[in-house]
Each structure stands twice: as C-alpha cells, then as structure tokens.
C-alpha cells in the first residue's frame, strides 16, 4: 500500500520505516526541512537502536522517502498518518495545533478519498476535532470528497521502538466505518501472520486507551516509588519487596522498578493531560493527581539525600559531583523530564559542580545548557569521577553496572555513592568501605 506519515520525530520515523520494511511504499513529510535534509543524508537525527539499518535499506530500496513537500506527500497515498507531537499546553492539557495544522494541510490538497489516521497521543474527542477541521477546510469540495478519521494510537517505548514496532502486543484500531477497518486491516495484515494482534473499537475508546496505558504504567511506577520511600523509613528492602509482590502475577514484575521517578516525553505529559481531560468535564480524578505528585516529589529525592549528607544545601557549594547517566532511561539520547535535570539543576544551584558522562546524550545534554563554568562534559565514565566528592548514578545503562570499583575509589575523592536506579549490591559496598545510598534500601 502506498502511505503518508506527517512528523519524522520518534513515531512517524520509526512508523514510517517499518511499514516501509514489511512492503508498504511509503512517504514521510516533517516541516522541518533540516530534519529532511539530514534524513536524506542518511543521518537518523535521533539515537534508536536498529533504526539507521531499517531506514537504510529501504531508502536504498526506494520504499521510503523523505520530503517537505506537502502536496507531494498528500497526493501519494490514501492513507495518511499523523504522527506530530502533542507536547502539554500551560494549562497542562496537550496542544492539538500541530495536530489540527496537518489535518488542514492533509485537507488542502486532498484530490481524491483518504483515510486519515491520528496516530500522536490525542485527548478523546480529538478525531472529531480533525474530522471537524478537514470539514472546513473541503468546504464545498467535501461532498464527493469523503474521508475516514482513524484512532490508532502507539505504543512503541524509546530504547525499543523499532523491535516494538515490528513486534506489537496490540495494535488497536478505533474505527467508525468498514472501509476504514478494511483499510487498516490490510494495512497491518503483515503483523497479524502468526496470529491477529488487533483489536477493533470505537474512535474514543481508542484514544482512551492510549492514556489508559500511559497512566496505568505510570501509576505502578508512582506506587512503587511511594513503598520504596516507605521501606527506606521503616527499615524495609524495597528490592526484597518488589521481587515478594512481582511473584504474584496479578501484579507481575515489570514496570515496578523503583528510582527517581519516570521522565520522558510521554508519562509526565500525558499523566497530567488525563488529568485536565477529567477536570475539563467536571470529573474530580485523586488518583490521577496523586501519581503526578508522587512523581515529582520523588525526582527530588536523591538530591535531598545528597544535601542532608553533606549536612543541608549551603554545605553543597563548592563541592564536586559526578553523575553517571543522563538520558531519562538507558539506549535513548532524549533528555526530556528526564530525573537527571532536576538533580543537576538543584546541585547548580546549590553552588555545586557537575561533572557527567552519558553513553549517548552528551551532545542532547550540550544542547540543552551549553558551555557553563560549573558544568563539564566527561570523555567517559572513570574520568567523569576524578577528584569528585560523590558519585550519582541517574540512569541504568548496562555500562554502569559491573563497573572496576577499585580504578572508581582511585579517582573519587570520597568513597562515596548515591544510586538512584538501585543498581549495586549495598553488601559489596559496604564490605569495601563505600558509603552507599540508594532507593528504598537503607544507607
Ligand atoms: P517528536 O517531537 O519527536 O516529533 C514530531 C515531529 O513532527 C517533528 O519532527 C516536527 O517537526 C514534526 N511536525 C510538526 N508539525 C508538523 C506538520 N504540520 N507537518 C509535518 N510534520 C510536523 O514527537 P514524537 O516523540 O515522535 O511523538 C509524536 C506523538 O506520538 C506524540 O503525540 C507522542 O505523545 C506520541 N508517542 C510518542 C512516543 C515516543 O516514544 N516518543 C510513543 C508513543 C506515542
Ligand atoms: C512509554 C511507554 O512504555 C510506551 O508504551 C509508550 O508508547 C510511550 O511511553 C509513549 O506513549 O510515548 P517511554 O517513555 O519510551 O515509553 O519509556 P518507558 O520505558 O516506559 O520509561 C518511562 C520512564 O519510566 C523512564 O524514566 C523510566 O526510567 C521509568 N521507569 C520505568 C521506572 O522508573 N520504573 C520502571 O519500572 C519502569
């Protein structure tokens, strides 16, 4: 099938790629021509494991294209997908003008019937919006022009995306007439060969269900988190507990690792954009709420620790700190929300130096703050220690976790670690003479 996708951010390039790699012929447009450009250098403006390759071949095998040229990418297919961001507007709520801006220009330059699939993270009642909006645009020419809207949301995480992509738990479909399912359905057919992935539903149930699994990952996190606190007070092991309660497989073992709080570009926004769609209708909704509070509550809690070590904040000026990990989680170059800027942030202004290594957001990190006195960019992860006065751990990336304790202790200048991601055995520490702090475990 021939397929447009609007946006090359993480999405639209890992969707548009994919489909591309399992036979469809297909077209991604972005406005920002110098995304386009580097796209069509061959340079994946984003880190994602295996996504170079898959973008790689089918370009070289002319079933992906990469341009700004709206009409071109209107006119190539039936079926058109939006896959813009949704980023939160001031009130908390997501921001539906780059959503509705690609409606207007999928209307615009509409010649014949499409079917039109809203694939960003929208609030329910956002298809009717962009049915709305291609209405207006058609004008007069909307009666022999018809058009489906679709819900299919995606659930693709970072780190993961392509594998994710080619191998869904679900593909959900939010469709309100046949042609439309029947589009779809032959659309997906080549990730329903083993057995049918799909499942069927109305258009606001569909992006229902998006927000359903985003808050509902997110609320496991908040929870944990909340215990973990707990266990540390009380003189509970938060790892002992996680693994006594994922045993149970109601509840199960994934996405109950406690830390410093879940960041990225889609939890924190789509948490509190759930929240607004409730309070919107008049619909009080604690539980939402709370796993917001809870969350930004714990992304501070790691440099509270630091700062009660060190015996309150005003002790913190002058110090060295190094932090080992800066990408909200491991194989990804995205900073957003991410738990290290808010540790790094509260040290700055505490007086503190930061000394970090990331295996891949450096340069994302360099972007974001610049050349800053009171920053350094370490080559890699020993050297980010030297004469450091403490290390932090913020994100898990594999690299960190067998690291030579021995060459560590030479170059900090205290033995001194606080973990946020809870990725050492508080034993060993202790028995080699480290001062240990970590998440849910007491020091
Ligand atoms: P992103 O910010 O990485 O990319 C969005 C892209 O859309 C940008 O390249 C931007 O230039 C482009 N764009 C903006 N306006 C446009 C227009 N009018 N025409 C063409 N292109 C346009 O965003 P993302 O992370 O890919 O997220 C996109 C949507 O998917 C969001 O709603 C997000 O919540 C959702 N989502 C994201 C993920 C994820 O892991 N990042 C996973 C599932 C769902
Ligand atoms: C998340 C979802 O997992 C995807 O299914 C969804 O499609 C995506 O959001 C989205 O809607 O954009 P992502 O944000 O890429 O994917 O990353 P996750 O692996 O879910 O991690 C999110 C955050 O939660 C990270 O900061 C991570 O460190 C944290 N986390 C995750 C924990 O603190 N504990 C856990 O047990 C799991």
């Known amino acids: 099938m021939r397929l447009t996708i609007f946006g090359t951010g993480y999405v639209g390039l890992v969707t548009g790629a994919c489909l591309a790699d399992v036979g469809h ?11 386009i450009a580097r796209l069509n250098a061959g340079e994946i403006p984003i880190h994602e494991p295996g996504l170079e390759d898959v973008v790689a071949r089918n370009v070289a095998a002319g079933t992906l294209e990469f341009t700004t040229d709206i009409e071109l990418a209107v006119s190539h297919a039936q079926v058109q997908f939006i896959a813009v961001g949704t980023p939160p507007d001031e009130s908390g709520a997501a921001d539906l003008k780059y959503v509705l801006a690609v409606a207007e220009s999928i209307g615009k330059s509409m010649d014949k019937r499409k079917v039109v699939v809203v694939k960003s993270t929208v609030p329910v009642g ?3 919006k962009v049915r709305a909006k291609l209405r207006d645009v058609l004008g007069g020419r909307g009666s022999d022009l018809d058009f489906d809207v679709v819900s299919n949301p995606e659930f693709l995480k970072e780190g993961a995306a392509v594998n994710d992509f080619l191998k869904p738990d679900r593909i959900i479909i939010g469709a309100a007439t046949d042609h439309a399912r029947e589009v779809m359905k032959e659309l997906y057919e080549p990730f329903n060969r083993s057995h049918d992935r799909t499942i069927y539903m109305d258009v606001r149930s569909a992006e229902l269900t998006k927000y359903a699994a985003n808050a509902m990952l997110a609320t496991k996190i908040s929870f944990i988190n909340e215990i973990a606190n707990l266990a ?20 199960g073992y994934h996405f109950i690792y406690p830390g410093l709080g879940y960041g990225g570009s889609c939890f924190p926004k789509d948490v509190q954009a759930l929240g607004r769609t409730a309070s919107d209708i008049g619909y009080d909704a604690p539980l939402i709420a709370a796993v917001e509070a809870v969350n930004n509550r714990q992304k501070t809690t790691i440099f509270d620790k630091i700062s009660s070590h060190f015996g309150g904040k005003s002790a913190l000026a002058g110090k060295t700190i190094a932090v080992w990990g800066l990408a909200f989680k491991p194989n990804t170059d ?5 738990p290290a800027r808010v540790l790094i942030e509260a040290l700055w202004d505490a007086g503190a130096k930061v000394v970090a290594y990331d295996p891949v957001a450096m340069a994302e990190t360099g972007r974001i703050y610049g050349q800053r006195d009171d920053f350094v960019l370490a080559k890699d992860k020993y050297s980010a220690l030297e004469d450091a006065d403490a290390l932090v751990v913020c994100t898990e990336w594999q690299q960190f976790r067998a690291p030579d304790f021995e060459e560590m202790a030479e170059r900090l200048a205290t033995k001194l670690i606080f973990d946020g991601r809870n990725i050492f055995a508080p034993d060993r520490l202790k028995r080699d003479g480290w001062t240990y702090f970590s998440v849910g475990r007491a020091p």
């Open 25 to 35: 012929q297909v077209v991604c447009v972005d406005v920002d021509a110098q995304k």
């Open 126 to 128: 956002t298809s009717d």
């Open 232 to 251: 540390e007070l009380l003189g509970a092991d938060i790892e002992e507990v996680r693994r006594g309660i994922g045993a149970d497989p109601r509840i």
């Open 334 to 338: 995205d900073m957003r929300e991410a």
